[in-house]
């Protein structure tokens, strides 16, 4: 269920930015980056703003090496995201993965229409 859910957050931040690099604007080996690392917050796995399309190169090599330089560019880019994400991410909520697949696989489908 989880490698079904992490598809679906990927082709839906893809869908939603354009599918294209929110950094560089490449359209080419796109991934969905975590903004709030996934090991360190789980809960935040699959929360979409939490989640943004950035190439292999802006995702590995900039973000990962760079995180001060990531976290400046996201604070400059949309003011006061990352701190309501970690309000978010203290909620301590669990995940129910089959509620979360109903939710995301019916927004897949809605994508699909357009």
Known sequence: ??????????????HRD??????????????????LPKGKYPTMRH???NLLTLCWRDHMEWAHKDPI???????AKWP???????????MKRPVDLKELLIVLEAE???QETF
């Open 108 to 110: 897949f489908r809605a």
């Open 80 to 90: 006061a995201l990352i701190d309501r994400l970690r309000i978010s991410a203290g």
């Open 1 to 14: 269920m989880e490698v079904r859910a992490d598809y679906l957050c990927k082709v839906l931040v893809h």
């Open 69 to 75: 330089g990531f976290v400046d560019w996201i604070n």
């Open 47 to 49: 929360v979409m703003d």
């Open 18 to 35: 354009g599918y294209k690099c929110l950094k560089c604007q490449s359209t080419a080996d796109l991934q969905a980056a975590h903004i």
